[in-house]
């Protein structure tokens, strides 16, 4: 097999397993958005006045918080699930990128403080998970503002809180796609970091949804002490960001590190 070839194939079985992992964490995602549709759902109705309006929004509100406080515990187990996988995602990267590695840097990669890193991200995958609730019932309280700001109908408000769980799903499926990239990276960066890796190949899924900065970074060598320069506009209105591979919103990209890059 080609070494263009190889490289595809392990773009895309990295990409499946990143999927399987997505949709799963999305699935658990959605439960909650579910849960927090239903609340929204029970308190408003399309016979409304402003001020019942109003006093709807503050029950949901009180609603929404305790839900978001009950949230923490399942919150950890759902997201040191995902974590778990992730990081055996990436060490199995690494056991096959590792046949090319001596004993005794096998041994040391053995002994890389991922611990530290996935105890920070659990950290903020449970904050993600519970700020859903908290984040729709202020985008509730935004719309009845707003909505009243500008004169609006009391039943266009509530069509529009009853729509906003549409907003919600959209955010879960953002958090899942870019939580689990991040991570994958940040394990992947963590576990360089320690053997002495400097640089690594900017990797892509390989398949039609890949912006257009990122394909234009594909296959490009990168160093893990300077995140790139990567344009996340277009090409007539380029938005340059600094980051590393699969550090950003939406992003699949992955992380190839180099394990005998010389200057």
Same mark, same amino acid.
């Given at each position: 097999?080609?070494?263009?070839?190889?490289?595809?194939?392990?773009?895309?079985?990295?990409?499946?397993?990143?999927?399987?992992? !997505?949709?799963?964490?999305?699935?658990? $995602?959605?439960?909650?958005?579910?849960?927090?549709?239903?609340?929204?759902?029970?308190?408003?109705?399309?016979?409304?006045? *402003?001020?019942?309006?109003?006093?709807?929004?503050?029950?949901?509100?009180?609603?929404?918080?305790?839900?978001?406080?009950?949230?923490?515990?399942?919150?950890?187990?759902?997201?040191?699930?995902?974590?778990?996988?992730?990081?055996?995602?990436?060490?199995?990267?690494?056991?096959? $990128?590792?046949k090319t590695m001596?004993?005794?840097?096998?041994? !040391?990669?053995?002994?890389?403080?991922?611990?530290?890193?996935?105890?920070?991200?659990?950290?903020?995958?449970?904050?993600?998970?519970?700020?859903?609730?908290?984040?729709?019932?202020?985008?509730?309280?935004?719309?009845?503002?707003?909505?009243?700001?500008?004169? !609006?109908?009391?039943s266009s408000i509530?069509?529009?809180?009853l729509e906003s769980?549409?907003?919600?799903?959209?955010?879960?499926?953002?958090?899942? +796609?870019?939580?689990?990239?991040?991570?994958?990276?940040?394990?992947?960066?963590?576990?360089?970091?320690?053997?002495?890796?400097?640089?690594?190949?900017?990797?892509?899924? #390989? *398949?039609?949804?890949?912006?257009? #900065?990122?394909? !234009?970074? *594909? #296959?490009?060598?990168?160093?893990?002490?300077?995140?790139?320069?990567?344009?996340?506009?277009?090409?007539?209105?380029?938005?340059?960001?600094?980051?590393?591979?699969?550090?950003?919103?939406?992003? +699949?990209?992955?992380?190839?590190?180099?394990?005998?890059?010389?200057?």
């Amino acid at each position: 097999m080609s070494s263009k070839n190889a490289q595809i194939t392990r773009a895309r079985k990295r990409f499946a397993t990143a999927l399987r992992l !997505e949709k799963d964490y999305l699935r658990s $995602l959605n439960a909650v958005v579910k849960q927090i549709d239903t609340l929204t759902k029970m308190m408003y109705h399309g016979d409304m006045s *402003d001020n019942e309006i109003k006093d709807a929004n503050i029950k949901l509100d009180g609603m929404l918080k305790g839900y978001s406080k009950l949230l923490e515990p399942w919150a950890t187990s759902a997201a040191n699930k995902i974590l778990t996988r992730i990081a055996a995602v990436d060490e199995a990267a690494w056991v096959q $990128l590792g046949k090319t590695m001596s004993r005794e840097l096998k041994k !040391e990669l053995q002994s890389a403080p991922t611990g530290t890193m996935l105890h920070m991200f659990l950290a903020e995958q449970v904050h993600l998970i519970t700020s859903l609730p908290t984040e729709a019932a202020e985008r509730v309280h935004e719309m009845t503002l707003n909505g009243i700001t500008r004169g !609006e109908r009391a039943s266009s408000i509530v069509e529009k809180i009853l729509e906003s769980g549409n907003v919600s799903y959209s955010r879960a499926k953002c958090i899942a +796609r870019t939580e689990v990239a991040r991570t994958a990276s940040g394990l992947t960066i963590a576990r360089a970091n320690y053997i002495g890796s400097t640089h690594y190949y900017w990797r892509t899924s #390989g *398949d039609s949804d890949v912006r257009i #900065g990122h394909k !234009e970074m *594909d #296959g490009k060598i990168c160093e893990f002490a300077k995140p790139p320069a990567v344009n996340e506009g277009t090409a007539e209105h380029p938005r340059i960001m600094y980051h590393h591979a699969g550090c950003i919103w939406n992003c +699949r990209c992955y992380i190839e590190p180099i394990l005998d890059y010389e200057m």
